[in-house]
C-alpha cells in the first residue's frame, strides 16, 4: 500500500505568506514608481484604503510597507535628493529623477558635480553625505533631473602619499569609471582640451531588439575579419555615405556576404582619446589612430557615430550588430583592459587615479606605475575591485549590446598579480571562463604583453580561451618565404599545432593569421624586406623589426610583371594555407584586395591613405578577391578541414604528413615541400580525404600522393600556380607541384 505524503495547510499557508511578503518586498525596492497626479512628497498607497479587503488585511498582518513611493529626504543645493540604490553602478535614469552610485576605497569625501552642456564650471556641486555612504559605496538619488539637461562629474578628496599609491586630488575632475557615454569626443581630432575635462552623460537604453536571435556559430566554423571601424570606409573611393562610421561599415555589409567572413572583430571602439601624443609631421596629422588607449570602458566611441546620438549613445552601433547578426555574422570586440589613458606619472589624471590610483593599478614598492602594456601603466587586473569592474563591463557589452566575442588585448597583463608576477590561476581569467553570462561569448587572447611575458599555448584557459596564434604567424612566414629548417614546424601549424594545443583540453584554441593590424598587410608582407615607418616620425625605429617578410626581389612597388606575378602567387599560397589549416582562420580588411599600407608596419598613428582601405584596389585586384571567396567556401564545404570528424577514414588516420613520398614521419632541415593530409567521414555524408601539398622550394617538385582505394580517385580544388580555380581530376598518384607553389587534393 502506498501512503501520499500530506503538507499540513498551515505550512502551506505560511509557504504563501512568505512568497507574498517576498514579492512586495521586491516591488518596494526595486520599482520605485510615482504618480504624477499626486503631490510630489504624499505616499502613494499600493492599495486603496476605502475598503477593508482581505487583501489589506494581508499587508496590515504582515507588516508591510504600504508605499512603494521613493520621496525625498534631504535638500543639497537646492536638489531634493535621497540615499540611492547602492548595487546600481554608474548613473542611471529612474522615474522621478536620476541614481548616481560611485565606489572609492580610500576617499574621505565625495562631491557630484552636474554640468551644462558643452560648459566646462559645474552649475551645481552635490557633496554625498555621510550617511548617503555604505562601506566604500556612496549613492544618491537626485530629483528632478532631466538627462538631456545635464553632464556629470565627480571630485573625491582623500590622503596623498604617493610612495603608498594615493594621489587623491579634490580639484580635479573625475570621469565615473562606468560612464556609458562620454562627452566632448564626438568630433574627430578636435583639440579643444580633454583628460582634465572629461565629463559623462546619462544613456537611455531603449533600442528595440526585436525577436533576434543570434547567431551562436560553432568555434571551429569562425572564419575572422580583422577591421578598423574608420579606417574601413574612411578613404573616398570607399562609396559610402557615412565614411569612417559605424553606418559605413553597415554600408559594406554586402560586400563582406560575398567575401564569406562570418565574423567581424573590430578594433577599439571603447571610448579613447585619439588626440593623445597628437603632434604633425611633415606636415601631416598624427593621431592616436588605432585606439588602444581606453577612457572608458563602458562607453562605446562617439565619433564613429554618423549622427549626434546625446544621451542614446551606442544605437547606431547596436543597429550594426543587430544587422549583421540577422545576416549571420557575429561581432566581436578588440577589448583594452590591461592599460588606461592615463599613463604614468606625467600622464593624464581624470578618472581611475583620482578614485583609488592604488587599486586601480599595478604599483612598483616606490609607487610607480609598472609598465607592462608599453603604454605607461597597467591595470591591476586580478585585484576583486578591479576583476569586478571588468566582469560588470563585459557583462553590459554582451547584454546591453549583443556582443557575440572579445578579443583581450595583451591579455597575458590579466594574468598578473599584483607585484606583477605571472599568476598559475588568475582570478580573473578564470572568472571570465566560467562567468554564466558570458557562457555563450568567444574569448580570444593576445597571449603576450610588451614585458616579455609569452603565453602562446601556456594561456590559462580552462578549455575555454582560444588564443591569437603568434607562432603559426612566424612559422608559416618563415616557411613560405623559403628558409631553411621549417617544414616540420609547417606541417604541425597546418595540421593545428598539436605541439602547442593538446586537442583533448586546448580543442579549437589556436586562431591562425599572418597578417592582422600590428604587422604588414598581406599586400605588403610579399613587397617589402624592411618596415618603412618614416612617416611616423620616429627615424623608422618603431614597429617590429622581425617581420619574416620577402619582397620577391624588389623593395616596394614595381611594374616588373615577373615579380607581380610571384607576389599573387605568394599571397595565394598564404590564403590557401591559412584557410586549410586546422584552427580557426583570421585575416586584416583589405587583404583580400591587396590593400597596402606602402610598408608601414605599425600605422597606429596614420588616419590617412596609409591605413584607410583603398576600395578601388577591389576591382584592380578581382582575381585576389574571388581566390579568397574560393578558399573561404572550400574550407566551409569540407568540415574536415576545421575538425578532427571521425579520427580518419579508408583507413587513413585523421591526420597524417607526407614528403616528395608518402608516409613522412620526419622532414630534413633542406626539406621546403610539406605534404598534410586529412581524412573522416561524417555520418550524413560519404568519406572525405584532403592533402595540402605545399611547395616553398624555387623550383618544381614530383610527388607521389598516397594511394587512395580503388573506388576514389584525387580532384584537383586549388592550384595557386593559375589564377582561375576549377575543380578537376588528376587520374594519378603523381603530380608536379610548381615552384613556389600550393595545390590542394581531394580524394572522393
Avoid at 227 to 236: C, E, I, L, P, Y
Avoid at 265 to 285: A, H, N, S, T, W
Avoid at 318 to 345: M, S
Avoid at 500 to 512: D, F, G, H, L, W
Amino acid at each position: 500500500m502506498q501512503y501520499l505524503y500530506c503538507i499540513p495547510f498551515s505550512v502551506i499557508v505560511l509557504q504563501i505568506r512568505s512568497f507574498f511578503y517576498k514579492i512586495c518586498r521586491y516591488i518596494y525596492y526595486t520599482f520605485p514608481f510615482r504618480r504624477q497626479d499626486m503631490n510630489y512628497k504624499e505616499p502613494l498607497t499600493i492599495i486603496q484604503t476605502t475598503s477593508q479587503t482581505k487583501a489589506e488585511s494581508m499587508i496590515d498582518k504582515l507588516n508591510l510597507p504600504r508605499t512603494i513611493h521613493m520621496v525625498p529626504l534631504d535638500i543639497i543645493s537646492g536638489f531634493e535628493v535621497r540615499p540611492g540604490f547602492y548595487e546600481i553602478n554608474g548613473a542611471t535614469a529612474i522615474p522621478g529623477g536620476v541614481n548616481f552610485t560611485v565606489y572609492s576605497h580610500g576617499a574621505t569625501s565625495v562631491e557630484l558635480l552636474l554640468f551644462h552642456r558643452t560648459e566646462e564650471t559645474p552649475f551645481a556641486v552635490l557633496p554625498f553625505p555621510d550617511h548617503y555612504r555604505i562601506g566604500n559605496v556612496y549613492s544618491m538619488i537626485v530629483f528632478k533631473l532631466n538627462i538631456e539637461d545635464f553632464e556629470y562629474a565627480y571630485r573625491v578628496d582623500g590622503p596623498y602619499d604617493p610612495k603608498k599609491g594615493l594621489i587623491f586630488n579634490k580639484n580635479k575632475y573625475l570621469l565615473d569609471p562606468y560612464a556609458k557615454a562620454v562627452t566632448g569626443q564626438s568630433k574627430w581630432g578636435d583639440t579643444s582640451p580633454r583628460g582634465q575635462h572629461y565629463k559623462a552623460r546619462v544613456v537611455k537604453d531603449d533600442f528595440d531588439w526585436g525577436n533576434m536571435k543570434t547567431p551562436r556559430l560553432p568555434t571551429e566554423d569562425l572564419i575572422i575579419y580583422e577591421a578598423h571601424v574608420r579606417g574601413f570606409t574612411k578613404h573616398s573611393s570607399s562609396g559610402v555615405e557615412h565614411p569612417g562610421t559605424f553606418a559605413g561599415l553597415l554600408e559594406k555589409l554586402p560586400h563582406l556576404l560575398e567575401l564569406g567572413v562570418n565574423v567581424v572583430e573590430l578594433m577599439p571602439i571603447f571610448e579613447f582619446d585619439e588626440m593623445q601624443d597628437y603632434r604633425e609631421v611633415g606636415g601631416e596629422k598624427l593621431y592616436n589612430y588605432w585606439g588602444y588607449n581606453t577612457v572608458s570602458f563602458f562607453a562605446p566611441n562617439t565619433s564613429y557615430s554618423a549622427s549626434k546620438e546625446y544621451n542614446r549613445e551606442g544605437n547606431e552601433l547596436k543597429h550594426l550588430i543587430q544587422v549583421f547578426n540577422q545576416h549571420g555574422i557575429e561581432v566581436y570586440l578588440d577589448v583594452v583592459l590591461n592599460h588606461t589613458a592615463e599613463g604614468n606619472e606625467q600622464g593624464p589624471f581624470f578618472s581611475f587615479k583620482g578614485f583609488d590610483n592604488n587599486i586601480y593599478y599595478l604599483l612598483t614598492p616606490e609607487g610607480y606605475y609598472y609598465n607592462f602594456s608599453g603604454c605607461g601603466n597597467s591595470l591591476n587586473c586580478n585585484h576583486p575591485i578591479v576583476r569586478q569592474m571588468i566582469l560588470d563591463c563585459l557583462r553590459y557589452w554582451v547584454i546591453t549590446y549583443h556582443i557575440n566575442g572579445f578579443r583581450f588585448d595583451l591579455a597575458s597583463i590579466l594574468g598578473r598579480n599584483e607585484d606583477g608576477s605571472p599568476m598559475n590561476k588568475p582570478p580573473l581569467l578564470q572568472a571570465l571562463a566560467f562567468d554564466p553570462v558570458l557562457g555563450d561569448v568567444k574569448l580570444i587572447a593576445e597571449a603576450w604583453d610588451a614585458d616579455g611575458l609569452y603565453q602562446v599555448g601556456s594561456f590559462p584557459s580552462w578549455n575555454r580561451w582560444a588564443e591569437w596564434n603568434g607562432k603559426y604567424r612566424d612559422d608559416m612566414r618563415r616557411y613560405l618565404k623559403g628558409d631553411e629548417g621549417m617544414a616540420h614546424a609547417a606541417a604541425l601549424r597546418i595540421g593545428g599545432s598539436r605541439d602547442i594545443y593538446e586537442p583533448s583540453t586546448r580543442k579549437n584554441a589556436s586562431v591562425n593569421f599572418f597578417t592582422c593590424h600590428d604587422g604588414f598587410t598581406l599586400n605588403d608582407l610579399f613587397s617589402y624586406n624592411t618596415k618603412h615607418n618614416e612617416k611616423n616620425g620616429w627615424n623608422n625605429s618603431d614597429g617590429s623589426n622581425d617581420n619574416n617578410s620577402w619582397n620577391c626581389g624588389i623593395e616596394g612597388d614595381t611594374d616588373n610583371p615577373d615579380i607581380l606575378a610571384l607576389r599573387r602567387r605568394m599571397m595565394r599560397n598564404a590564403v590557401a594555407l591559412l584557410m586549410c589549416s586546422r584552427g580557426i582562420p583570421m585575416f586584416l580588411a583589405g587583404d583580400e584586395f591587396c590593400n597596402s599600407q606602402f610598408g608601414n608596419n605599425n600605422a597606429y598613428c596614420q588616419d590617412n591613405i596609409t591605413s584607410w582601405l583603398d576600395w578601388s584596389l577591389l576591382e584592380k585586384n578581382r582575381d585576389m578577391f574571388e581566390f579568397f571567396k574560393y578558399m573561404i567556401h572550400f574550407r566551409k564545404s569540407h568540415r574536415i578541414l576545421r575538425t578532427n570528424v571521425s579520427n580518419g577514414a579508408n583507413g587513413f588516420p585523421d591526420l597524417s604528413f607526407h614528403g616528395t613520398a608518402p608516409w613522412c614521419s620526419q622532414f630534413a632541415d633542406y626539406d621546403r615541400y610539406v605534404g598534410v593530409m586529412f581524412a573522416g567521414q561524417e555520418q550524413s555524408s560519404g568519406p572525405q580525404t584532403i592533402y595540402i601539398a605545399s611547395n616553398a622550394y624555387w623550383e618544381d617538385v614530383h610527388v607521389t600522393l598516397p594511394a587512395l582505394p580503388a573506388s576514389m580517385c584525387w580532384q584537383i580544388a586549388v592550384d595557386t600556380w593559375e589564377t582561375h580555380q576549377e575543380m578537376r581530376p588528376l587520374n594519378s598518384d603523381q603530380i608536379t607541384i610548381h615552384a613556389r607553389s600550393i595545390v590542394v587534393l581531394v580524394g572522393e
